[in-house]
């Protein structure tokens, strides 16, 4: 009989509602090596493009053999609506039904954060079936609320989440997080060494290699003849984008290098009236793309940007999708980052500059601008190979695997 893992998200998606991501990819790969697999996420959260529709609590959706299953939740369309904050505890109340909805009984439930609330829902199931607990931290709460949020350590919501994430460590049987160095935060909160597992977010191969042309009017966007210096995927707080602009002022009087910035969310509106207020001609926006068609718009990047703020959270590492997706797109990659284990440069795939230093990104721009197309192409090979040997999701769902069933097997 087949083992069955049950991966708690609230902020899941599949490619047709949001970003996809981690769970989504690891479900469809687990559920490939014979594993039943239930994502079980939120119908209604700020990073969904497009909500499913649901018609009752729980909407089961069969797809590529596994099951997502949609919680059906209040609306709120921001980040900071006090909806929001509302649904960290409804979730987990409400994912207690599915102990009779769901045939297939867990052998492991994963709980992964945010929200971590959430894990308080997934301890109670785990303990009604007898499964195995994994907890995961992708995001570090509350450390995230207090060194980034600038909540106080002694509020009294602070301090809550705190004791729910020393609970997650201490009572979990395995915790695994995509930040590399976190175990350094894990430690100081009471986790042993060998409860620990490093594994990182990941790209599709399958995805990659199914990428769709580009459509007309956003290719039409693209300036042609230049230098491109490009990013996709979220434009928020922690991206960091500001400084990229600044960067785009130093080299407005190059008019072979151009910026442009694929993607939405809450910084946009601000970075473009930036862009205007600066009167730069060479930055250019465009709006959200489908997922299959980002790998297409790499190839008209010359340069890859992923910028962070300067901020002491990322001596714990980092765990952004699109580092995979930019290392496998085959393209250098500049990295504009002051935080631990540094992928790119780790990978040689590119060039890394201090995180919020428009100076220095501009110098690297130009730096790959002059460099010779060989050096350019040698950086993006080293990223390619990379991310085939360690960030290619078939391989990462043998390593998740092998943590959430250890005891079982």
Not at 113 to 139: M, T, V
Not at 281 to 298: A, C, G, Q, R, W
């Amino acid at each position: 009989m087949s083992k069955t893992v049950w991966i708690i998200n609230q902020y899941a998606s599949t490619p047709e509602n949001g970003y996809a991501g981690r769970h989504y990819y690891l479900g469809k790969e687990l559920a490939r090596l014979g594993y039943k697999v239930y994502l079980i996420t939120s119908a209604a959260h700020h990073l969904l493009r497009r909500k499913p529709v649901v018609t009752s609590a729980f909407t089961f959706d069969e797809r590529e053999g596994f099951t997502v299953v949609w919680v059906r939740m209040p609306e709120y369309s921001e980040a900071h609506s006090k909806i929001r904050a509302f649904s960290w505890f409804l979730f987990p109340w409400r994912i207690r039904a599915l102990r009779r909805l769901i045939k297939d009984v867990p052998d492991a439930v994963v709980c992964s954060s945010p929200s971590l609330i959430a894990y308080l829902g997934a301890q109670w199931l785990a303990k009604k079936f007898h499964a195995r607990l994994i907890f995961e931290e992708r995001d570090i709460w509350p450390m995230t609320l207090t060194e980034i949020g600038s909540y106080s350590s002694g509020h009294p919501f602070i301090r809550f989440m705190q004791w729910v994430e020393d609970r997650a460590y201490r009572d979990s049987d395995h915790v695994i997080s995509n930040l590399k160095n976190v175990y350094e935060h894990m430690e100081q909160r009471g986790v042993s060494k060998g409860k620990f597992t490093w594994v990182p977010n990941g790209f599709s191969l399958e995805e990659a290699s199914e990428r769709a042309p580009l459509g007309s009017e956003c290719a039409a966007r693209l300036p042609q003849g230049k230098f491109i210096v490009g990013y996709t995927g979220t434009m928020g707080v922690a991206n960091a984008l500001g400084t990229l602009i600044e960067a785009a002022e130093y080299l407005r009087s190059i008019s072979d290098i151009a910026f442009v910035l694929v993607g939405g969310g809450k910084e946009k509106e601000r970075l473009y009236r930036e862009v205007e207020a600066r009167q730069l001609t060479n930055v250019h926006f465009i709006d959200p793309i489908p997922k299959l068609e980002v790998y297409s718009m790499m190839e008209h990047f010359d340069v890859c940007f992923i910028g962070w703020l300067d901020d002491p959270l990322y001596r714990f590492g980092i765990g952004a999708n699109k580092i995979p997706e930019y290392l496998y797109s085959g393209k250098p990659i500049l990295h504009a980052y002051s935080g631990a284990s540094d992928p790119v440069a780790q990978a040689q795939a590119g060039l890394s500059v201090p995180a919020e230093d428009a100076r220095a990104i501009a110098d690297a721009v130009l730096e790959l601008y002059h460099m010779s197309p060989d050096q350019r192409e040698k950086f993006g090979n080293n990223g390619r190979n990379v991310a085939l040997e360690e960030y290619e999701y078939r391989q990462l769902a043998l390593e998740f695997r092998d943590v959430i069933f250890r005891e079982a097997d």
